[in-house]
């Protein structure tokens, strides 16, 4: 069984700091990709950031310079450190693992969202 789960959001102010973590667990999938998606109500489900099992990432242009990926391959974990949040970062942020880049590849697994929300 595959599993996927996200720990670390909550509500914060603007301009400041949370750590998103998603630990995966199970066989018969790849974990060769993890990363980060996000939906705010309304809104299509979009990057975040990814990251491969060699380190390297893509990042969505909106998070460049505040967001950082990293993963321990050992633990299966991938993290996202979120700085200098912003209002416009409010959304439900989903984990993510499959063999590539990218949302659209129809092996990807996905883990069960946590609420970010950025507000004074």
Do not use: H
Request: proline letters at 3%; charged letters at 15%; one cysteine or more.
């Amino acid at each position: 069984q595959v599993q996927l789960v996200e720990s670390g959001g909550g509500l914060v102010q603007p301009g400041g700091s949370l750590r998103l973590s998603c630990a995966a667990s199970g066989s018969g999938f790849s974990t060769n990709v993890m990363g980060w998606y996000r939906q705010a109500p309304g809104k299509q489900r979009e990057l975040v950031a990814e990251i491969d099992n060699s380190g390297s990432t893509n990042y969505a242009d909106s998070v460049k310079g505040r967001f950082t990926i990293s993963r321990d391959n050992a633990k299966n974990t991938v993290y996202l450190q979120m700085n200098s949040l912003k209002p416009e970062d409010t959304a439900v942020y989903y984990c993510k693992a499959g063999p590539r880049f990218g949302s659209s590849w129809r092996f990807n697994y996905w883990g069960q969202g946590t609420q970010v929300t950025v507000s004074s």
